[in-house]
C-alpha cells in the first residue's frame, strides 16, 4: 500500500510514513535560501498565537507520524471544501506531480511551500483546471469540490472558475477603469439585478480587499494606474466580487514591498473568516504568519501537510526539515 502524505500526516492511525526518494543531485538549486523577508517589522507582526517560527534544527524529525509534537493525533479535515486523492499531472512525458494527496479545509489558509520547480504552482493550477489550458498537460487522479469531481466532463470550466477566484504573483488588472475591474465578473456571471446593486457589490468588494477609501473618488480611473500593491488587491476585489468558495493564490506578494506585503497578509488574515484560501509563497515567514495548515512540496511530491505550527517546529521528514532550516540545497 503507498501511503499518502495526507494519510501520514493526519490519518488517525496511520503508520509509518513514506519515505520520499533522496533529492537528486543538482536539484532546485538554492532551494532554501531567499525564503527571509522578515523584516523587524514583519516579525513583530507575527501572531503570537502562532506559536513563533523555530527554524532550528529540531531533531524531532522522526516523531512518530501518527502523532504531533505534544503525542497528539493531528484530526482529520472534516467536511472539506477540497478533496484531492492520487493527483497526478504531466506536461507530455514530464511528469511534474506524482500522487498528491491532500484535503482543504474550509475557513482556512493552506500554504504550499517548497522549492522551485517542485509542483506548487501546477497544483494550485489543479484546483481551478487551469492545467486545461496548457497544452500536452494531463491531469489524473480526482479533486472534488464540495463532493462533486472537478473533472467530470459534465462540469463546466468557466462555472468552475467563478467558484474559485485565483490571484496571481504579478498583479493583473485589466485594462479597464477600477470599477470596471470589480465589475466584470459580476457582469459576465449574471450576479447584479441593477446597477445600484452592481454599485454595491463593487463598493463591498473593494472595501473587504482594503483599497475602497484609496479609491472612491477614482473609480473611473484606469486599474493599471494603482500602484503594485493597490492593482494586487484590485485584484483580490475582483476576486471575490462573484462571492468564490475559495481563493487561490500564487505568491501574491513577492511582487511588492514589505508594506504592501503587509497589507495583503492582514487581508488574507480577515478573508479567511469567509473562503478557504491557498496561497503558493516562498516565504517561509509568511507561511507562518498566514497559515493554519502547511504543505511542503519537493521535485513533485507531496512530502507532509499539517499544522502550520507542527510542521515548522516539529518536521516529519527530513526533506522538510532540510528546507525549512535552510540547508537544503
Ligand atoms: N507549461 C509547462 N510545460 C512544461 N513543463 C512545465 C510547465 N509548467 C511547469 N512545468 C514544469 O513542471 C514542474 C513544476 O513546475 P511549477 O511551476 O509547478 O513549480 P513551482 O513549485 O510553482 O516553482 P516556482 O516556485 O519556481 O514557481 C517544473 O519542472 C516545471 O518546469
Ligand atoms: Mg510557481
Not at 85 to 96: C, E, I, L, N, T
Not at 249 to 269: F, G, H, K, N, Y
Request: some cysteine.
Amino acid at each position: 500500500m503507498t501511503m499518502s502524505p495526507e494519510d501520514s500526516a493526519e490519518g488517525p492511525a496511520a503508520p509509518e510514513p513514506q519515505r520520499p526518494a533522496p533529492p537528486r543531485a543538482g536539484a532546485a538549486p538554492g532551494a532554501g535560501t531567499g525564503n527571509g523577508g522578515a523584516t523587524p517589522e514583519s516579525v513583530a507582526r507575527q501572531r503570537v498565537d502562532e506559536g513563533g517560527l523555530n527554524l532550528k534544527p529540531s531533531g524531532r524529525m522522526h516523531a512518530p507520524a501518527s502523532a504531533d509534537a505534544a503525542g497528539q493525533a493531528e484530526a482529520p479535515i472534516q467536511n472539506p471544501v477540497f478533496s484531492c486523492r492520487d493527483v497526478s499531472v504531466f506536461y507530455g512525458a514530464k511528469q511534474a506531480l506524482r500522487n498528491v494527496t491532500l484535503d482543504v479545509a474550509r475557513r482556512q489558509v493552506l500554504s504550499m511551500i517548497g522549492p522551485s520547480g517542485c509542483g506548487k504552482s501546477t497544483f494550485l493550477r489543479c484546483l481551478n483546471r487551469m492545467n486545461d489550458t496548457i497544452p500536452g498537460a494531463r491531469v489524473t487522479g480526482s479533486i472534488k469540490l464540495d463532493g462533486r469531481d472537478i473533472y467530470d466532463e459534465r462540469q463546466d470550466a468557466a462555472q468552475l472558475r467563478a467558484r474559485i477566484g485565483m490571484v496571481f504573483q504579478k498583479p493583473n488588472p485589466f485594462p479597464k477603469s477600477i470599477y470596471d475591474n470589480v465589475a466584470y465578473g459580476p457582469r459576465i456571471h449574471g450576479l447584479a439585478r441593477s446597477r445600484a446593486h452592481l454599485d454595491d457589490i463593487v463598493c463591498t468588494s473593494l472595501t473587504r480587499a482594503g483599497l475602497w477609501d484609496e479609491v472612491k473618488d477614482r473609480l473611473s480611473s484606469p486599474g493599471t494606474g494603482l500602484s503594485g500593491g493597490q492593482q494586487q488587491r484590485l485584484c483580490i476585489a475582483r476576486a471575490i466580487a462573484v462571492q468564490p468558495e475559495v481563493i487561490l493564490m500564487d505568491e501574491p506578494c513577492s511582487a511588492l514591498d514589505p508594506v504592501a506585503t503587509a497589507r495583503i497578509e492582514d487581508l488574507i488574515d480577515e478573508l479567511r473568516e469567509s473562503y478557504a484560501i491557498v496561497v503558493v509563497t516562498h516565504s517561509m515567514q509568511q507561511a507562518a504568519r498566514v497559515s493554519q495548515r502547511t504543505a511542503y512540496f519537493h521535485l513533485g511530491d507531496l512530502i507532509e501537510v499539517g499544522d502550520t505550527d507542527r510542521v515548522f517546529t516539529n518536521p516529519r521528514h527530513r526533506l522538510t526539515e532540510d528546507y525549512i532550516t535552510g540547508r537544503f540545497g
